[in-house]
């Protein structure tokens, strides 16, 4: 029983495919290290990530700031359980609550947690306060909706690989279509019960679909004139990755922290957020809403161990301030804007590649194939031999979203590696 040492990437993955459950696919890249916008494999090949873990590592990987704020609290205390106080939590809660403008906070770990909360909150919610029968609530979702692997989250999934043989599926939810403010309004109006509706402002893992102009204000509003809370999924979308700090602020640019004072801010009544919250250095989540949401639950009735240590809290408020700190905002919306624009100006020539489409970092590009084909994931493996890292969702659709921190010129190289990679596939469409 000893610890064997990684002398090649061959040698790791035939590791895993040996010793670990292969609920995953990975392109068969092996990194070792993380800096900034890149990453370096066994063999020492850098490469440019334009995943950002799902967009967690949007500061950037291994930022010092994140990092240093970490480790120095590594330190001094890592864990007390919530059955006591620590010196972290209460000051990491006033300063998030105040970047994001909500009264309160529910710290929790995984994004899929993070969503299983919000789903309680709004269901006791709906009991205490709306009135609802109890165990009647209903939860409206959208179609092709990604919020976490969970037995209640897969529930309400519509991915036949998320669900098969995972039932029998926790009851309560409704699904109708992405985008689609007539199915929503038909489902208020029609379905007795309904305590919230649970969206994504862009669904990232159903392939960067973004909705209409004014899906989401016109949701918040139905929202309002049913009675029901609107829940926004930002694990993804939110933390600047989409040019705003949350996606739901629509073109709101403010620097100043938000205050929310835009017109085009659409305010959920629940925010959950995930992954680049901590910078992709530590698995912290939250659920943010106001007192006559949150108070419903108290002492006993929701909890996680890990859920608010002090590690993570510090971690995680050295991570929202990289945010401001660096611009990444701005960065995002701009740089986006200019990446689409490179992208599109290779499209109107290009055979293999359908469109462009995204906000901000966080963007896709449709592949000219069927669903089944595997040229996506051909693309990716040669995008991976040209020194850049992204990967297939859904079949035919490559997801583009590097650090937010990557320079005009580092992506101007990101780009020219981009359009090489799928020249070379031109003539095989
Ligand atoms: C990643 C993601 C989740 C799940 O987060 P985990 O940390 O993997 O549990 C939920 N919702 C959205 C929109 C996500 O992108």
Known sequence: MSVVTIKSSQQAIELEEKHGAHNYHPLPAVLKKGEGVFMWDVEDKKYYDFLSAYSAVNQGHCHPKIIGAMTKQAETLTLTSRAFHNDVLGKYEKFATEYFGFDKLLPMNTGAEAVETAIKI?????????GIHENEAQIIVAENNFHGRTTTVISFSNDEGARKNFGPYTPGFLKVGYDNLEQLEEALKNTPNVAGFLVEPIQGEAGVFVP??????????????YGV?????????????TGSLLAVCGNCTCQNKCEQQS???????ILILGKALSGGVYPVSAVLADNEIMDVIQPG???????????????????????????????????????????????????????????????????NDIEESSTAWNICVDLKENGLLAKPTHGNIIRFAPPLVITKEQLDECIAIITKTLSKFEDQV
């Open 122 to 130: 709004c269901r006791k919610w709906a009991y205490e306060k709306k």
């Open 212 to 225: 209409s102009e004014d899906y989401l204000s016109e949701a918040r509003k139905l929202c309002k004139k």
């Open 229 to 241: 809370l609107f829940i926004a999924d930002e694990i993804q979308t939110g933390i600047a990755r």
């Open 263 to 269: 017109e085009t801010y659409v305010r959920p009544d």
């Open 301 to 367: 009735q929701h909890g996680s161990t890990f859920g608010g240590n002090p590690v993570a809290c510090e971690t995680a408020i050295a991570a929202l301030e990289v945010v401001y700190d660096e611009n990444l905002i701005q960065n995002a919306r701009e740089l986006g804007n200019y990446f689409r624009a490179e992208m599109n100006k290779y499209i109107a020539n290009s055979k293999v590649v359908k469109l462009v489409r995204g906000k901000g970092l966080l963007n896709a590009i449709v592949i």
